[in-house]
């Protein structure tokens, strides 16, 4: 309770967001709220900020979680996050941070796509969540990438992975394909 009395208090992003969903994003707020993963996925979305109210830059890790455990190819929630980037409404979660990778941490063999076909995981990343990275991707345990090639020559890659630190799992399996 403290957190949203807290939370009340701030005119970013409390206020501004609230009143600029209230005037520009109107059917798609109605939509999402009849819609229960469009609704899960805003009320976890909540759950981070407050939980994460004096250390900002963990809300978006988790918010990504919710977005991708709730809110995935959830056509409800795509609409409301569009109408609310179109109108300024939400703000910008801060950047990832310079790379620590370079060319030299690259694997040299890989020359074509042909080359990485099949079952990846991802053992270690270079976007681990620490400072200056909010995100913390890279960390995120149990990281499988499927690249797969269709018979039209088109590239599907299919990748697993939960949410968690430390190769433990704090969510399901979430499974994304692109």
């Given at each position: 309770?403290?957190?949203?009395?807290?939370?009340?208090?701030?005119?970013?992003?409390f206020?501004h967001?609230?009143?600029?969903?209230?005037a520009?994003?109107?059917?798609?707020?109605?939509?999402?709220?009849?819609?229960?993963?469009?609704?899960?996925?805003?009320g976890?979305?909540q759950t981070?900020?407050?939980?994460?109210?004096?250390?900002?830059d963990k809300?978006?890790?988790c918010?990504?979680?919710c977005?991708?455990?709730?809110?995935?190819?959830n056509?409800?929630?795509?609409e409301?996050i569009?109408?609310m980037l179109?109108?300024?409404c939400?703000?910008r979660?801060p950047?990832?941070?310079?790379?620590?990778?370079?060319?030299a941490?690259?694997?040299?063999s890989v020359?074509?796509?042909?080359?990485?076909?099949g079952?990846w995981w991802?053992?270690?990343?270079?976007?681990?969540g620490?400072?200056?990275?909010?995100g913390?991707y890279?960390?995120?345990?149990?990281q499988?990438?499927?690249?797969?090639?269709?018979a039209?020559g088109?590239?599907?890659?299919?990748?697993?992975?939960?949410g968690?630190?430390?190769?433990?799992?704090?969510?399901?399996?979430?499974?994304?394909?692109?």
């Amino acid at each position: 309770i403290i957190s949203q009395i807290r939370y009340l208090g701030r005119w970013e992003p409390f206020w501004h967001s609230n009143l600029c969903i209230g005037a520009n994003c109107k059917i798609p707020v109605v939509n999402c709220a009849t819609n229960m993963n469009c609704a899960k996925t805003i009320g976890c979305i909540q759950t981070c900020v407050l939980d994460n109210i004096d250390s900002e830059d963990k809300t978006a890790a988790c918010a990504y979680i919710c977005e991708m455990t709730h809110g995935y190819e959830n056509r409800q929630f795509k609409e409301l996050i569009e109408c609310m980037l179109e109108h300024n409404c939400m703000v910008r979660y801060p950047d990832d941070g310079p790379c620590k990778g370079s060319d030299a941490d690259a694997i040299t063999s890989v020359k074509t796509m042909d080359d990485i076909e099949g079952d990846w995981w991802v053992l270690r990343g270079v976007n681990c969540g620490e400072q200056p990275y909010p995100g913390g991707y890279d960390w995120y345990p149990c990281q499988h990438e499927r690249f797969i090639k269709t018979a039209n020559g088109q590239w599907i890659n299919n990748v697993t992975y939960c949410g968690g630190r430390h190769d433990v799992c704090e969510t399901d399996i979430i499974v994304t394909v692109a």
